[in-house]
């Protein structure tokens, strides 16, 4: 049976409703479940002014049996094995026959009692109770009280809609008492509609200028987009960021043209485009990734028949462009390295100094790197581009659009000559501000915001300053999803670990924890965050484990590591393996009591074990050498055979203490190989027995 629900409030903001939506579809779930109501096409649907859930419901709890206790069988049964009057008061009181009561033991003992069905309770009547708990238990980054209520929630609540089957569901909430009734949009049509099912809800709602489900809305852009631009052959500049947040905010969306001045084409595409999306939430319009002297918006209105919504935006966006035509001119002005002096007035956090000190470790850091990777021909350029790299943060134009700091400086620093190796690491030395973003496209970008990244999650782990689950002010974990995901993708061969205690003593006069406690606290975070981007490739939880185990001082090692065992896991030796490796570990449970010393080898299968272990450990050495761990996995596996028979045939716990150590060691000898590649021990499989 279809069941629907809405929440009328006055206007929120677009995040808050991204995540009241994902909290009432997890939260209806839930109660479901708990409830024992089935349930199929569960969604939530809304608009800046309405939450809304469906889902098609059974009609009620599933019947169950229930068991009733009653007496004490010793009470309630006499010697004779007759009724006694505790069980017979016992059947009256439950009107139930008393041939019908039995004997139950419990973990009490054992008690008379019976067994009836107990009756599902109706679908309506659980939402009835439950919904009101639902609504109240509701998060938001802000809250506020409407009314003389006590009661919190981020904008006021106008009306509640609850159907079931196409009846309203008696439901009272915060004096508001739930009805089959809602209004149109607000502004255009804010008409009372009176609806009876979903199709009706939604049909009705249209025709008052109001499409409730998100997709729909988006369809609609996109297609207005398309058509407004077809005859320009051109495209609207990339902004999923600004489309998402605008399909949160309208009911209604109306696609808005309008123009500039060609005047103002002079200036950089990401300047205009910001100009555009700030404030005025604008998408610039491009043909050939080249600027038009046109943009689009997102109004929430059926029509702009006058064209005063596009006419208001362009008196408004030709100030703002004017603005930044000033500040573009004004800051080209100035040469970048005369503002140097000015970052020692910027601060970057109270315990670590300006932006000054933050500038001169990035270049003493990034000529540490380039040197570890051997770049002696762009080391001068990245260290005058880790030098100049802040100074953009004292431009008008990045007081003006933040976000524009870094792409700013690379450009500034291009028209005023620096070298594109320069001007282009600083442009990207941002890069990737999220998990999603691309890494910078030059090693240059890619190895300065490397440098960036570090020296922020260094300094600040550094000073004692700890983040929470909703506390990242300096962004360290976005920081350390960056650095990994630069040092993967760009496959750097560097030391995780002698990048952390280069930061670490760059900085050291600034610390409050000790060096070896900040350099752990910094690894654990680190694999924290490679562990996820290893969950989200879609890698098995056992093979991450198995190859973080081994270490992660070198990234592109880890991963390689991750790669052979997953290309592996199908082979018919794998899971043999993994319970060969698995025994070898339970059997050394404590380090061997002596050296291996291949002159007591005794038995046939224990030589054989140890010649076999030698020219594999060679070869492994070579491939690891080489970064081809699928090659030296295979290799790995050639030890089963000895590892077999030796198992098989020598007694490795024997009462000859000097053989019994002796094999240990060789045993050990055998892990710590093994464990180069990884921790095979982490690996599930079936069947595991010893």
């Known amino acids: 049976m279809e069941f629907l629900l809405e929440i009328m409030t006055e206007e929120l903001p677009s995040s808050h409703v991204r995540s009241a939506l994902s909290q009432l579809q997890e939260k209806f779930s839930r109660e479901l479940e708990a409830a024992r109501i089935g349930y199929h096409n569960l ?181 207005q987009f398309q058509k407004k631009l077809s005859s320009l052959q051109a495209e609207v500049y990339p902004d999923e960021g600004l489309l998402e947040r605008l399909l949160w905010n309208v009911e209604y969306p109306l696609v808005i043209m309008g123009s500039f001045p060609e005047k103002y084409l002079e200036l950089p595409i990401e300047v205009l485009a910001t100009a555009m999306r700030e404030g005025q939430k604008l998408f610039s319009v491009v043909k050939n990734k080249r600027q038009l002297p046109y943009f689009l918006g997102i109004a929430d209105a059926p029509t702009d028949p006058r064209g005063y919504i596009a006419s208001g935006n362009e008196r408004v966006l030709k100030a703002r462009l004017e603005d930044a035509r000033f500040f573009w001119e004004n800051d080209l002005k100035v040469v970048l390295s005369s503002r140097l002096p000015l970052l020692s007035q ?150 995780l670990y002698r990048l952390l205690e280069k930061a670490i003593a760059l900085l050291s006069p600034r610390l409050t924890v000790p060096a070896e406690r900040l350099k752990s606290i910094c690894l654990e975070f680190f694999e924290g965050r490679i562990r996820f981007i290893f969950e989200k490739q879609g890698y098995r939880y056992d093979l991450i484990n198995a190859a973080l185990a081994a270490g992660i001082e070198y990234l592109d090692q880890t991963e390689a590591r991750l790669k052979a065992l997953n290309g592996l896991k199908q082979s018919p030796d794998f899971e043999q393996f993994i319970l060969m490796v698995k025994r070898v570990k339970n059997i050394l449970k404590e380090p061997p009591r002596a050296r291996f010393n291949s002159s007591l080898l005794k038995d046939k299968e224990e030589k054989e074990l140890y010649s076999a272990l030698k020219i594999i450990t060679k070869n492994v050495e070579e491939m690891l050498n080489k970064g081809d761990f699928v090659s030296a996995q295979k290799m790995i596996f050639r030890l089963r055979g000895p590892l077999n028979n030796f198992f098989d045939r020598v007694l490795v716990m024997s009462e000859n203490k000097k053989l019994r150590n002796n094999r240990l060691a060789m045993l050990a000898q055998i892990l710590a190989l093994i464990s180069k590649l990884a921790d095979y021990s982490q690996i599930v499989v079936e069947n595991e027995k010893f």
């Open 43 to 223: 969604r939530a649907l809304g608009t800046c002014r309405r939450l809304v859930v469906v889902a098609d419901l059974e009609p009620a709890q599933p019947d169950e049996e229930e068991l009733v206790t009653g007496p004490p069988r010793q009470v309630a049964i006499k010697p004779d094995g007759s009724y006694g009057p505790a069980a017979l008061g016992f059947a009256r009181s439950q009107g139930v026959a008393v041939e019908k009561l039995e004997v139950i033991k419990t973990a009490k003992g054992e008690y008379l009692g019976f067994r009836r069905l107990k009756k599902g309770r109706p679908t309506a009547e659980i939402i009835a109770e439950k919904l009101p708990e639902i609504i109240a238990a509701l998060n938001f980054p802000k809250s506020m009280r409407w009314g003389e209520r006590t009661f919190r929630f981020s904008r006021p609540i106008k009306n509640l809609l609850c159907l079931f089957n196409g009846q309203a569901i008696s439901v009272e909430f915060e004096g508001l008492k739930a009805t089959n009734r809602t209004r149109g949009h607000f502004v255009h049509s804010p008409e009372v509609i009176e609806v009876n099912s979903l199709a009706d809800y939604e049909r009705q709602l249209k025709e008052h200028f109001v499409l409730v489900d998100p997709e729909e809305r988006k369809k609609s852009i996109l297609a």
């Open 346 to 495: 910027v601060v970057f956090q109270e315990n670590l100094g300006s932006y000054a000190d933050k500038a001169d470790r990035l270049e003493k850091l990034v000529a540490y790197i380039a040197d570890r990777l051997e770049l002696k021909a762009q080391k001068r350029e990245l260290m005058e581009a880790a030098r100049l790299c802040k100074v953009d943060l004292v431009t008008e134009m990045v007081r003006e659009f933040p976000e524009l700091q870094g792409r700013m400086g690379g450009l500034y620093s291009r028209r005023q000559g620096y070298s594109e190796t320069v001007s282009r690491a600083i442009y990207e030395h941002y890069l990737p501000e999220g998990l999603e973003d691309p890494v910078p496209s030059t090693t240059g970008g890619a190895i300065l915001s490397l440098a960036d990244k570090l020296d922020t999650i260094v300094g600040v782990f550094g000073v004692g300053i700890s983040i929470s689950g909703s506390s990242d002010p300096f962004g360290l974990r976005r920081n350390a999803f960056g650095l990994c995901k630069i040092i993967l993708e760009k496959k750097f061969h560097l030391s």
